[in-house]
């Protein structure tokens, strides 16, 4: 699976340049506002109040210094954009007078905003001159796409810029004069297959019977595929370009749609077609899943003999296929055996060791559990499973007294895997300032909210320099123009486009496509450039953003809640995404249903409302975890547990087996969604106090630099 996997998870959101914040009080944010000597690093300001935002950037355009001075070039471009998407157009103006003789990298855009500022004041032939201008000077530039829309030249709009936002428009208006203009639909699949009204239009194409290129049919079967009309995706992949992702999708379509023969012989022609690709393996692995028991055996098998990077999960596989499909417990004990010599490193026999500790605890073996862990750190420090197994270690090591031997455990599970909401519970356990199950509600340490910014790992300078500046709906159209419907990205630019995805309020699809680094199928020598990408200050802070923030910490502080613990909860529930919808019809931010929000209403006693408006949303959501809190004494875990299942269900099962250890109470959870929910929820809450509380940050620093310290010492 490569970049495309993560294109067709929801319609994209149209974005504004500034953040949904617009104010809030100066001593509840810590802001970065000072800026680097160097002229790679601005801080615009994002997430200060607006009137301090505004105030703040007018003292650096005015700072005394040579006229070409980057700090107060770049404010007085921020701040223009600021007066225009508050509608001060005359003040925009004034701010950029003759910005562009001296701010060459952005001329373009700068040129551009003075038209914007003129056509709201609606002096159309001074921005009609200014767009000719704009046209004229810079006609290979993004910015330009807005010249050649305004004035009205649609066909070289379309030619110039194809990928572009002003093109989604243009296509869409002359699409519905003419339905039946296969260029159009074309276009629209080439560049646009994420349009959340994608799929009629690619019925139509089709049936059109058009002549179509290779690349256009890849753009259409993906937009199909994450769809989920997997029978249509597979007639359009096998027209599509030849190459080992569409052949690999192509079979995935086949597999998706329950045609399992056809499935079968067509993850073999990956293997057989294109064997040094990372689609082969993969391929291997899914024809365990559908074939028979003696052909997923045989799909293990070549695993193993010809893909030493992928041997440990087919490894596993067999082992099970052996087990329980052979009845073979002698043949499975031998390929575990296996694993565990030669592929001891992977995350297959990390798996594995994980099982054979947990076995041990609940059979009273709890040193062998303890050494199974620890095998499991020496072998693979870094695995999944490590972070999970290490918090449970020190927990048993507690339990014998060893009380430094718990502690190692959980700052390891702190230091090596610092995002997982295991490290939050180790942390808690530790003692740190950072809740409990029970104190969680309350633990509101000082957030210091990002704002600077560095270059993205990829894309022209103009983009880095729109990017730095947070011009965040500029720097979306560039970096769409210069990626042109590219269909196979590279990390680096996967990494770009999640992030300014973010930026740009297209959450969902943002959030995700971060997220497709830990799995997407690469050659081994880009495993190293993710591990980089990773290190990004831009990966962690869009994966945990603070989109309407300021409604988030004032609904919070108003019910005595956490905000971190509300953000965690709105990000797993709608990344925030205002107008979504679930399949069940929860609404918004915080989903809640409609019978659920009538019910809060008559309790608050209120009439009008809207569950659509962010306001809203956050006050009954808000509202509800607060009366979920209350129902379960301040146990942040139950309290959230019966967001997600109500608070019957969680009532039944407090009933018949009490809470014990909390965290077996949650492991024990038996609906998989809720058990799911509490610790990604929990986790997010973890996330958010970890990248933006002073305090927290502090203490994961000396964890660090004490482990620097010791850096010779094993486990």
């Known amino acids: 699976m490569r970049w495309s996997i993560v294109l067709m998870l929801s319609a994209t959101l149209a974005g504004a340049s500034a953040p949904l914040i617009s104010a809030t009080s100066e001593d509840n944010l810590s802001l970065n506002s000072s800026l680097a000597s160097n002229t790679n690093s601005f801080d615009p300001l994002i997430y200060s109040p607006i009137d301090l935002r505004i105030a703040k950037l007018e003292t650096q355009a005015k700072t005394p210094s040579s006229s070409n001075d980057a700090e107060s070039m770049r404010a007085r471009l921020v701040l223009a954009d600021i007066y225009l998407n508050n509608r001060k157009a005359r003040e925009a103006i004034a701010t950029l007078d003759r910005l562009e003789e001296n701010y060459p990298v952005l001329a373009d855009y700068i040129l551009l905003k003075r038209a914007q500022a003129q056509t709201q004041l609606r002096d159309l032939q001074a ?26 030249q649609n066909q070289q709009l379309l030619q110039k810029f194809p990928a572009h936002g002003r093109s989604q428009e243009v296509a869409l208006r002359l699409l519905a004069q003419d339905p039946s203009r296969v260029d159009l639909m074309a276009h629209l699949a080439t560049y646009f297959s994420d349009y959340k009204e994608i799929v009629p239009i690619l019925n139509r194409l089709v049936a059109s019977s058009p002549a179509l290129s290779t690349d256009q049919w890849w753009a259409v079967a993906d937009a199909y595929y994450y769809n989920f ?52 393996p993969r391929a ?14 045989a799909a293990a098998d070549r695993i193993v003999a010809s893909y030493p990077d992928t041997a440990g999960e087919a490894l596993a596989l067999k ?12 043949a499975a004990s031998s390929a575990r055996n296996l694993l565990l010599e030669k592929y001891g490193n992977s995350e297959a026999a990390s798996d594995l060791r994980w099982r054979i500790a947990k076995g041990q605890a609940q059979g009273g073996q709890t040193p062998k559990a303890i050494a199974s862990v620890e095998a499991l750190i020496a072998n693979a420090p870094d695995s999944k499973s490590a972070a999970e197994a290490s918090f449970w270690a020190g927990k048993w090591a507690n339990q014998t007294g060893d009380k430094a031997k718990a502690k190692r455990f959980f700052e390891f599970t702190i230091r090596q895997h610092p995002d997982s909401y295991y490290a939050w519970r180790a942390a808690s356990s530790l003692g740190w300032q950072v809740g409990t199950f029970t104190t969680a509600r309350y633990t509101m340490p000082k957030i210091a909210l990002p704002s600077a910014r560095q270059s993205l790992p990829v894309g022209s300078a103009k983009l880095q320099e729109l990017y730095i500046l947070g011009l965040d709906r500029d720097a979306r159209s560039q970096w769409r123009s210069e990626i042109a419907g590219k269909r196979n990205l590279e990390p680096k630019e996967i990494f770009n486009d999640g992030v300014l995805r973010v930026a740009n309020q297209d959450n969902l699809i943002g959030i995700k496509t971060l997220e497709s680094l830990d799995w997407i199928d ?67 931010l915080m989903q809640i249903m409609p019978d659920t929000g009538s019910w809060i209403a008559s309790k608050k006693g209120i009439n009008n409302y809207n569950l659509d408006n962010p306001e809203d949303n956050i006050s009954f959501g808000t509202w509800y975890l607060d009366y979920t809190h209350s129902r379960y004494g301040d146990n942040s875990m139950l309290a959230v547990a019966s ?38 929820v929990l986790g997010n809450y973890w996330n958010y106090l970890r990248l933006y509380s002073p305090s927290v940050q502090q203490q994961i620093s000396a964890l660090q630099q004490a482990n620097n310290l010791n850096a010779s010492s094993k486990f």
């Open 127 to 152: 921005a009609k001159t200014t767009w000719e201008s704009l046209l004229a000077k810079f006609p290979d530039s993004p910015a330009t796409a807005e010249a050649l829309f305004a004035l009205g």
């Open 229 to 280: 009309e997997f029978g249509r995706a597979a007639n359009a992949y096998s027209r599509a370009t030849p190459n080992p992702i569409t052949a690999y999708n192509y079979a995935r379509s086949l597999h998706r749609g329950k045609q399992f023969d056809a499935a079968i012989a067509a993850y073999n022609r990956v293997v057989q077609q294109f064997p040094q690709s990372p689609q082969a």
């Open 284 to 297: 291997l692995i899914r024809i365990t899943q559908i074939d028979s028991p003696e052909g997923a055996l």
């Open 319 to 330: 082992a099970t296929i052996l087990q329980d499909k052979f009845d073979s417990p002698k």
């Open 522 to 588: 690469v050659p081994q020598s880009q495993k190293s450039d993710i591990a980089q990408l990773k290190q990004h200050p831009a990966y962690m802070k869009s994966l945990y953003p603070f989109h309407y923030w300021d409604l988030i910490s004032n609904w919070a502080n108003d019910r005595k809640l956490s905000p971190a613990l509300v953000i965690g909860l709105v990000r797993q529930e709608s990344r925030f995404e205002a107008q979504i919808r679930s399949r069940s019809g929860a609404i918004g």
């Open 643 to 680: 967001y997600n299942a109500g608070p019957g269900a969680v009532g039944r099962w407090v009933e018949s087996r009490g809470i014990g250890d909390p965290d077996d109470f949650v492991n024990s959870i038996p609906y998989d969604e809720t058990r799911d929910y509490v610790s990604k």
